[in-house]
């Protein structure tokens, strides 16, 4: 069997993802790279590399529907005639990308609004939504696979784990045999990944607990007899449970700033954000930092060390505050 190739690709403001490329029988490619021509001209050379065409392509995995993972797939579905293969929830994503996509951003905004983000940082969001939009494109999945479920790529017999949490999307493809999984972006060797609130997938009258079900996907991960993880963006892992170890542990670390927040008041998610982060970071990346604090204060909620109020401002939804358990 031959060792999978790393391909990595341009990522504009980011810095690159990988595509993985197995050689065998089909020949296959797990994650594609954004749909943009840079990223296009490198996958070919990648390929080229390795000695194949992207023509010669004959399947295409996505292991979540983030535009740097599935941007490709319908390009190279359409130049080669690959079949494109997902998890059942990113294949759902991919056949309603553009309407997925509005949607994600309608409540995004939403949800930024009723944490504490000002409107003109608001206003300066559009620019990130038009990324999105250009580096997407939406693709079909002829094979849409369940959890649990097994595919052939690349000589290999690869299981399906959904591992929600990053994206709502998420999937590994585990060899079981090589103790090897394709992980996308669950697990990083060098950064701690972001858990994106997005709608739910059904209504459950709270905001979608994206943390609380991404460390809980971590748990069960530390947990599979694995020797390598090869992952979407950077190094492979070669000790998972450490590093998983390692994440839990960071999280506790962060909780523990925000209880400290929280001890000089109540304050937004926002207003927290503006104390764990440069000013810079926090208006460039709104989004992202609501995310990152939500997700902490929904682990706090749990433990019962902070309560959430929500005050109305005249809005649909109000404004909520946090604040310490047992203070006002």
């Known amino acids: 069997m031959h ?16 595509a ?39 399947l295409v995995l996505v292991t979540h529907h983030h535009l740097d993972h599935s941007g490709l797939a ?39 609004r009723h944490h504490g983000v000002p409107e003109t940082v608001l206003a300066d969001t559009e620019a990130f939504w038009e990324f999105l939009r250009l580096q997407s494109d939406p693709y079909t999945a002829e094979v ?3 959890d649990a479920e097994h595919i052939r790529a690349g000589g290999r017999d690869l299981r399906v784990v959904a591992r929600p949490g990053h994206s709502t999307t ?27 609130i997005y709608p739910a997938l059904e209504p459950t009258g709270s905001r979608p607990r994206a943390r609380v079900e991404y460390l809980e996907s971590l748990r ?43 001890g000089a008041g109540e304050t937004t998610a926002y207003g927290i954000a503006a104390d764990l982060w440069p000013e810079k970071t926090i208006l460039e990346q709104p989004l992202l930092v609501v995310w990152e604090v939500l997700g902490h204060l ?26 310490l358990a047992g203070t006002h």
């Not at 493809?173 to 090589?178: I, K, P, S, T």
């Not at 590093?243 to 506790?252: F, K, N, T, Y």
């Not at 809005?315 to 604040?323: E, H, L, N, Q």
Request: negative net charge.
């Open 3 to 18: 060792d999978p190739v790393r391909i990595p690709l341009p990522l504009p403001h980011i810095g690159s993802v990988n």
């Open 20 to 58: 993985w490329l197995l050689p065998g029988d089909p020949l296959t490619l797990i994650d594609t790279g954004p749909c943009d021509d840079a990223a296009l001209t490198a996958l070919e050379a990648g390929l080229r590399r390795a000695g194949v065409r992207l023509e010669d392509l004959e």
């Open 74 to 112: 319908a390009t190279i579905a359409a130049r080669s005639g690959a079949r494109i293969a997902a998890y059942e929830r990113a294949a759902a994503y991919g056949a309603h990308a553009e309407e997925r996509g509005e949607a994600d951003r309608r409540f995004s905004l939403a949800l930024m």
């Open 144 to 146: 849409v696979l369940a």
């Open 170 to 196: 998420d999937a590994l493809f585990v060899d079981d045999r090589e103790r090897v999984a394709f992980v996308g972006d669950h697990l990083l060797a060098k950064i701690s990944s972001n858990t994106e």
């Open 220 to 262: 069960q991960t530390a947990a599979m007899p694995l020797r390598r993880l090869h992952t979407g963006h950077g190094d492979d892992i070669t000790d998972h449970v450490a590093l998983v170890a390692q994440r839990l542990a960071d999280h506790e670390r962060r909780c523990e700033r925000i209880v400290a927040v929280l």
């Open 298 to 323: 929904d682990l706090l909620l749990d433990a019962g060390r902070v309560h959430e109020q929500v005050t109305e401002d005249g809005s649909t939804y109000g404004v909520a505050s946090f604040a």
